[in-house]
């Protein structure tokens, strides 16, 4: 079983020992082993992928929550093969309704097999759809939108959730965040063409290089972000000269940006990609 | 009627003088003028758009004839309406034959109402293709495949070309043929998505970024290459993760590039686009 | 004498021809025709750069405001060498102090071989600094900094300005300024390395690259902005690794910027560069 | 003592477990793991980093070699403190003198507080230079340049060399020689500003761009090339508008980038930088 490990502490000093210590004496196969330290955030973190008998998931995490406990680092423990069968998902979203719902949708219709407990967003707007689908909706943004990060990664933990959809969630998550779920855990949809168009305005930009092509972009995201690298799907749609920005972004937002994600989301539930050293593979056909 | 006039001389002095007095003179309306003095490349060359009755047209012509007799000017004459129930295209390509085929197919299918009198090359690779369309073929190539660049503008004056069409031939045009054909008269096909992977080996660049689509661009070329301005029609394509390049460029080559340019060739013939300061503008449908 | 005239109108039609067809007819030779016309922003703008006899410029002035006053057109005429011993500047300003002062400086010094009649800013911060020099200060800005740029045109015209300078006025003139001050007589500092560091914030960018070496550039703008054509002058500063990004911006400001500008004005105040074509070239030594 | 291991292997099965079991077996404290694991060049590599007493660094040598031996891996241990007082360079060269000129010229004169055993090169031609300063002279290029990649590490071992300085070594480092020294002990000196200007033609392409400064940046080399990140030194110089290529380039090679290497060289050897989880870090003053 292959199984993910990610630390998280506020010095460098002793954060990789105790884990590595422990997961090499249990016999455990060393598949990747990232570190990071970047001092000036005082963020130190570890992502440890080793192969192990299913039957000892169970007590390495023990070994890692006293781990945890005793050196006060944040240890996860995760494998893509427990709940291989129903993973469970977390929709983030903000306003934009198309693309959280058409997770929704996909999961309802049963075309992404997985289920989605907890809908998680920072502003109140799409609480109504959460219910629509019989989901938990958790609000985590204060009055401004302002998105309390510490929160989330607790929701994440309490809901028990497997991967991180973020459906047009219109903030940044904080490297913290991306560690703790480190190894492929968070997909997220960007409006625009990576590598080309990464900012915040994508259509604006595209359009104003008077592009007539313009597209999505489903891609993992990790700690150091250099997106690009993760892409999972890519979906473009093409319109003809003269056709307004208004128009384009109606396009990309209600049919292309629903079926790049969809299509994304998917083609990981159903394990035929996964993030292998900072890299989307192609698991190979059985 | 809308005409353009071109000239190029050896240097600056005294070449826009009695080209636009002359104009002028005879009280043409001056819709557009762009000047272009390069000293480093002694090339000094004018886009002067006008309206004139069509009437006009021929003694118009006659007078550039007789100025560029006197001065020494390279001066063209041209409007889009002259022919525009059937343009004449030089269809330009070098080793690949699935684009310039598709121009050639859809022209005999009726797909682009054009001619096509001439396939130009700087490779003799693809003269049998002429051939089964019952074009001449043209060669412009030594040995080597540099291309004789001003054989390509004779040649393109003895046919009375009125769009150049480059489908993949793989030189670069000099500024001079640019200017010479400025106006929005020669339409390229590039092999990928403009502005972003403008290189030599496009579907390489976007492959090594680990894109997932893939596109063409077909676009006019403008004697300052600034290209991504001169969209006409883009199209793209996306695999799954994991397809080997061999295959992208496949499927490019086959099938994208070839409906790409046919596409945009034909709203450039049909006159639903056209090139407006350095733009290309949808034509208001009347 | 090289004059040239720019003229500014709120659409196509007619905006040429009456200048060109008086130029023409005088027997001026033409050395530069440049038009523009950007249908979606209303803005139809013509430079048109001529050789006459520095006898004519008189008649050629008047001629023009009568065309200006008949046709509605924003026209003005220029030449280089009217006040080519004393040219007159605008020193252009925001917060802060550090360039404009320097300007200044190097005007009262004998530096730079030119007056200053008037500082003109859109926050009245440095009033005492213009106060201190004897220039006028006038005030374009609202309460909160919003420039109101056809006063600024108006001032430019009213203090009879030769060369506009930007000296970190935190504004973008609109392209309407730019054309009616076309020909190379808007000098900007920008405190960044261009081509590579075009944005807002080039020390931060810079900075996040981990570059050790941090530069401000002096360049003509010109109306259709792609900066780094333009350049007429760059200057840079090395710093040891671990230098913090105010200790960059500090030298920058105080030391790197003012000495930049500085000697780009030195350069186009003496004649020793100029705008040709859009490029920057040097003037022959005589 | 901080020790840097490296280990390069044909799979990344079994590469991390036996290193890391015997470090952490032996109580030494894991300050940095890097793992690398690129399937299409069947390049698996890993750094590891960490502290133990320096009374223990013969008998981990020895056990690395023990590992290796048995199990097929290069590994090797290194530490920046075992001749700090005077380490050992190889200096690669090709055609140009200038920089590995001035590289040896510091040694000498006690700029730079280091030995130089050994000039290793693509090309014959600076042999004589080589022997000017009594360095041993290592050919690795058959006689098309073509290097022999394998010869340099095996030299690099047999000359007990610290640190690689390339001084216009024309050649690209393979990956694997990157992982076998990697931990900051390879160090490049482009003849352009990074990370602006990354191509082989960095001279041409600024001034392509119409810049008026030019630079070299002098850089740790890391495996995975985001080059820009490791700076160690930049230098610039500026030139006046109308400076012709040529000069531009005898400038930055004669005079600009054996400063440029000189200086980072210089900075590396006193110990005043290092390179800490990719970073170039100042080391604190004592």
Known sequence: MEVVITALGPDNVGLAD?????????????AEIQMYDHDEEHLFAML?????????????????RQIGEVTGLAIRVWSSE????????????TYLEHTPRAILEAVRDGGINADVPVVISNRKKLAPMAAEFG????MIGDGQGTSNDALMVELLDRYEVDYVVLARYMRILPPSTC????????????????PGFPGFRPYHD???ARMLTFGATCHFIIPELDAGNQTINQRTFAVSPGTKLDEV???GESENEPACLTEGVRRV????????FHRVVARKAK
Chains 1, 2, 3, 4 share one sequence.
Do not use: K
Not at 21 to 27: L, P
Not at 48 to 64: G, H, K, W, Y
Not at 85 to 90: D, G, K, T, V
């Open 206 to 208: 595209a359009y104003g």
């Open 179 to 194: 560690w703790q779920f480190a190894g492929g855990r968070i997909i997220n949809l960007h409006h625009g063409l990576l």
């Open 48 to 64: 440890c992928r080793i192969d192990i008998p299913a039957t000892e998931f169970d007590r390495l995490s023990d070994a890692m």
């Open 18 to 30: 105790p884990i590595i210590h422990h997961v090499t004496g249990q016999g455990a196969r060393i």
């Open 249 to 251: 972004i109606r396009i």
């Open 82 to 93: 427990l709940r291989a069968e129903r993973p469970r998902l977390a929709v983030c979203c």
């Open 269 to 276: 539930i159903d394990r035929e990609v996964y993030l292998h």
């Open 135 to 138: 989901a938990a909706f958790e």
